[in-house]
Structures are given as C-alpha cells and as structure tokens.
C-alpha cells in the first residue's frame, strides 16, 4: 500500500495510507524504530452518526490526497456520501517539535443538525517489539493518554475549535487475550473510559460535536514523541493552549516555505507543468533524511508483509543518488551530513559496506563473505564506494567560488574519506581483467565484474585525482588517475560485445576462463554512458541503447517504461514481460535522450512518469504495466531523486 502523504522533520516521520490511517511512525530517527511496523497497527479513524461508525477504510470513504503549495503538510479529504460526512485533514509533522498534528474539518453533508461523533484510534509496539511490556495510562490531570516502554513516550492529545478536550477515552488489549483492540470499543458510539493497561496496547479517544445541516466542527490532534515521559508531557501541555495546533502548522508551512527557496528558484526555470512535482521531489527526498545524515530508501513498510524485510536502511548508493540535486541546487547542510555519515561508516580497508541503519549501525543484508567457487570476499557492492566519492567531488566542484567550504571539505574528507575509498578503488584490481574485482552488481543479485561499477568506479577515480591535486597530493593523483586509464583501456577490451553491438552486463572468472554475461541491462549501458566509460555519442554507446530499449520495453506502445534488465522476476507481474517498467530505469533513458538533444523523446518519458506520480508528487519503485498500479514501495526516493536530476537536466540543457 503506497503512503501518499509522508511527514517528517528529520527525527518524526509519519507515513499516511490510502485511508488517512498513520501507517508508519519513526522516532527518532528516519527509518529506525517504526513503532507502527506490524501488519495490524493502523491508526483507525472513525465516524459515528445516526446510530452506526463508519471507518475510514470500509471501502466506503473516497479519497484526494495533496500537499500544501511549497511544504510538506499534507491535504487529504474523505467524502462518505452514504453517511453524510466530509472529513479534510490537514496534517503536518511539526518542523521544529517533534509532534504529529492533525486539523480535523468535519462536515455535515445533510439537511439537518446531527450529533457526529469523531474517533481516532492509537496503537503502538513501542520499539519495533511485539508490544509486550508497553504501558498505557490515561492522565486525567493533562486530559491525555500515555503510551511508554522504555525511552520512548507517546502521549495522545486533541480538543476542539473552543478548547474543550476529547471527551472519550479507551485503554486496553490489542490483538491479544482475544481482544481485538479498543477501536472496538467504539462501535457502539460509547468509550469505556478504562484508565490503565500494559503489554500490548492501544487507545481510542472520541469527540463529539452537535454540527447544524450544512455546517461543521473541527477537532484539533496531535500525537507527541519524545524519549522520556516529563518532556513528552510538557510538550503535550503547550499544544493544549488554544490555537496553538494551527500556530505550529503555520510555523511549518514557513519552515518549508523558507527551506525550499533554492529549490523554486530551480523550478521557475522548469516548464510551467513539471514546476510543481520537481518540488514535491524535493521535499519527499528531504522527508527521508535523518537529522544524522544517512538517507533512507523508502519508509513504506509494505514490504513486511510479503518479504523478509524492507526498504528502511541506507545504501549509500541511494544516498548519493538522493543527495546530488539537492547538491545542483546549492543545499550544503543535508551533503554534509550526508557525507559525513559515509566518513563514520566507513569500513578501515576503504570500502563502504552493503547498507546501514540510520543510527550508522550495519544493515541487514544477504551478502555473505564466501562467494560462488569458494572465492573469499567482503559482501559489499563496490560501486557503493565509487559513488559516494564520485558525488562529493562534484559537491566540491560545484561550490568552486567558495573558498572556506572547500578548504573545509578538503581538512576534514581528504584524509578520512577520500583517499582510504580511492586507494581501496584502484587497488582492488582483478588481475586477468585489469577491472575492478568481483562484488555485487547494481541490482544486489550477481557477484561479477559488472559493466556498471566498473564505470562508476572509473569515474570515481578521476574525480579523486582532482580532489588530491587540489589537497597537494600529486603522488596519489597520477597513481589514480593511471588506475582509471588502464582500467578504461580494459573496459574497451572485455566489456563491449561487438558481434551484437550491446555492452556486457558484466564478466566472470572460472578457471582462469572469462565468462561474459550477454544479458541487456540498463544499469550497463546508463553506467557506461552517464560516467564517461564510453563517449556517450560512440558507437558502442548507441548501439546498445537502440538494443536496450529494444529489449527492455513494454508490449503495450502506451507504456513507455523500460525494465531493468532481461528477465527480471523481481515482484514479475506477467512472465510475457521482460520485468516491469521502472521508473528509475525510464529516467536514465531520458537523461539519454537529452544529453544527445533529442529533447522530445526526453519529454515524452518524463511526461509518462509524471502521469504515474499521486497528486502528492509519490512515485513507486516499479509500475504494473497493465492497470497502472504500484508495485513495491512508494514512495522510492531512487526514483523521486531520479525524476528531479531529469527535470535538472533539462534545465542545464536549455542554458
């Protein structure tokens, strides 16, 4: 299920469904401690009127989901014609506290005053735990409900347009000892008022509010995060003043507003269509950066139930995909971060490893150090560590004019960062290839010689070379630099299958044999273009295209998304296909087509996959090429961060 609306200030961050359900809610980090992971922990919301409740996700309520012009604060407006009831939320993750608010707008859409009577529904496992040993307390002095376990404090609030408190309350059981939930509690319009409860538990809080024929009320709503009962208490006790939920929500909007100032001057630049959905990109990237710096893929937990895990970690790969626009569009404080979470995780030998949790602890992963003929090497995707170097060089480029930010760059990166990834880089050489030794590919599958990290690392070398010149280095830059021309000299040798004018996905050595992978693979031929390992206008680089997309395209000609390479099974949704477009993988395509001023063919992908985004700028991971529906996470910020280096893109192009 996508999260249309996502929320965050670098510390919360909440992730709203298709019902206006909280469906994630992370503290305190961005993606670390999901205390809404499990399956069943949505935050119901409910309406009881004329003697019966209806859900939100009864099927029943219908749907539009928006952000607020330049600021992440979401719109979302529930229409249930059968009952009569409008609901529009405004719902923002405060910028500077960590507290979840909701403007609640409830209208009555018939012709008489009705009793309407609004419930919202909490349930937290506090920890990413099964929930056991967590506390509820209803607190009658601050008129509130206290979740706890540990470190983390939750407290429940809300009031009316008048100041007055919820005047309902349930606490009790969730999914275990046959009850279902306090929700349940609501069914008949009437909470139990229970005061205290602990293991796995919820709560339910009610408002009720005579509303004339045509008319409305407002319910004002918040959830506080903190890691100690006191602060979370107090925090609670300034937002009970009156007006202040929509005084935070207003201080956001200018947070935003403020934050994204660099990012509009870009957009003013774009195509008046494309403006508002660069922005929205931007924010949904900036939504998944924790405040230490590491970049998250995706918060959407959809995943767990299907897979063994999901996309809340940080590849650094992703990362700095991630990062480079906001690096085009002048932001300095969220690369450094970003860079600097890279400087502490790396490993001693120079390379970075698989993934990362948020908090810089190593990730899960399924990489291990034994590989296929007993070969002994660390599980890491080496173009991870190219990358990261081949970004911060380009951070460095960019702010050429600023003296004291590059001599800080250099003081604190060149040492700790740069030169351990580079001589890693031109030092982990396959001695039959004179290419960069087997890792993981692009795509997490293969333990080869990929085309891809090949040309990543090639780059990353050159980028190095630069930096060492400007930090005094000569040594290491010509030690680089002829790492890199060698290493460009035997891609032209292995790497190009001249019989069917396609790049090789990549090599394998057994037996002292090469063994060449003839899979057509966009990573490989966005690879080899995109970092210089090809001239992007060689014959080897548009043949391979022209076979690319030959390939990889969609039987249906309205589907201009491509696939990531021959034979993907990766959530397959036909066996027909070559794998399902990727957004990712279309964008490459794009950024092609406009390096070669082929600037309609560029507009016609970037069109499609604004077609596919929610109205909110959300895009998926892949796309169903049949219904159009989402598959796997959404938001990816892979994709969100592709789109907008497209968009930024065009704008270098038009200069």
Not at 146 to 171: C, E, M, W
Not at 348 to 368: E, I, N
Not at 424 to 436: A, M, V
Not at 585 to 595: K, S
Request: proline share 4%; aromatic share 12%.
């Amino acid at each position: 299920m996508a999260r249309p609306v996502v929320l965050s200030n670098g510390r919360l961050h909440v992730g709203l469904n298709l019902y206006a359900q909280v469906h994630d809610f992370y503290f305190p980090y961005v993606g670390q401690e999901n205390h809404a992971a499990s399956k069943n922990l949505r935050h119901k919301v409910g309406v009881f009127v004329d003697g019966s409740i209806s859900w939100t996700d009864n099927g029943n309520w219908q749907f539009t989901y928006a952000y607020h012009d330049g600021s992440l604060i979401g719109s979302i407006k529930a229409v249930n014609d059968s009952i009569g009831v409008t609901l529009e939320f405004d719902d923002c993750v405060d910028a500077e506290h960590d507290v979840f608010l909701r403007n609640i707008h409830i209208i009555n859409m018939r012709e008489n005053e009705r009793e309407i009577k609004l419930f919202m529904h909490q349930v937290f496992f506090i920890g990413d735990a099964a929930g056991n040993g967590d506390t509820i307390q209803y607190l009658p002095d601050s008129k509130s409900i206290l979740t706890y376990r540990g470190q983390r404090s939750f407290v429940i609030g809300g009031n009316n347009a008048v100041g007055k408190p919820f005047d309902q309350h349930s606490v009790g059981l969730f999914g275990i000892e046959g009850h279902a939930g306090t929700f349940a509690d609501a069914e008949d319009g009437i909470l139990a008022n229970n005061s205290v409860e602990h293991g796995r538990v919820d709560s339910t809080i009610g408002f009720t509010q005579t509303i004339g024929a045509h008319s409305s009320g407002r319910v004002y709503y918040w959830v506080v995060a903190a890691t100690n009962n006191r602060d979370a208490i107090d925090r609670h006790s300034e937002i009970q003043d009156k007006n202040m939920v929509i005084n935070r929500i207003l201080a956001t909007s200018k947070w935003w507003h403020n934050w994204l100032s660099p990012a509009r001057h870009f957009a003013q630049r774009l195509e008046p269509e494309f403006q508002k959905s660069f922005l929205q990109s931007i924010m949904l990237i900036k939504s998944h950066i924790d405040h230490h710096g590491s970049i998250i893929a995706s918060t959407d937990t959809t995943m767990l139930h299907h897979s063994r895990d999901a996309y809340g970690y940080c590849w650094p790969r992703d990362g700095a995909f991630a990062i480079w626009p906001l690096i085009r569009i002048g932001y300095k404080d969220e690369p450094l971060k970003f860079f600097e979470f890279c400087r502490k995780a790396l490993r001693t030998k120079g390379y970075l490893s698989h993934k990362y949790q948020p908090d810089g602890a190593l990730g899960a992963s399924w990489h291990g150090y034994i590989h296929e003929g007993g070969v002994e090497a660390p599980p890491i995707q080496e173009d991870e560590t190219a990358i990261v170097l081949f970004v911060f060089a380009q951070f460095y480029d960019v702010h050429k004019d600023n003296k004291l930010l590059r001599e800080f760059l250099l003081r604190d990166f060149y040492e700790a960062m740069i030169r351990p990834m580079a001589d890693f880089l031109s030092s982990y050489i396959d001695d039959t290839t004179g290419l960069p030794k087997p890792s993981y590919d692009l795509w997490e599958e293969r333990f080869n010689i990929s085309t891809y990290t090949t040309a990543t690392v090639y780059a990353s070398l050159l980028s190095a070379a630069t930096l060492a010149e400007a930090a005094s280095d000569d040594e290491s830059a010509v030690r680089w630099r002829a790492s890199a021309d060698d290493m460009q000299a035997n891609a032209q040798k292995h790497l190009y299958n001249a019989e069917k004018g396609m790049l090789f996905s990549g090599l394998k050595i057994k037996n002292n044999e090469i063994e060449k992978d003839q899979r057509i693979d966009s990573s490989a031929v966005f690879g080899a273009f995109m970092f210089g390992l090809y001239p992007f206008d060689s014959e080897e680089i548009q043949s391979s295209m022209s076979a690319m997309h030959q390939a990889l395209k969609m039987p249906q000609p309205e589907v201009l998304g491509i696939a990531r390479y021959e034979n993907d099974q990766y959530f397959l949704v036909n066996s027909e296909l070559p794998g399902n477009p990727w957004l990712i993988t279309t964008l490459w395509l794009a950024q092609y087509y406009i390096e070669t001023n082929n600037r309609d063919e560029a507009l016609k992908l970037i069109k499609w996959t604004k077609d596919r985004m929610m109205n909110t700028g959300v895009l998926p991971e892949q796309i169903n090429p049949y219904d159009g529906k989402y598959v796997s996470v959404a938001p990816l910020i892979w994709s969100q961060s592709e789109y907008a280096s497209t968009l930024l893109d065009l704008v270098s192009e038009s200069d």
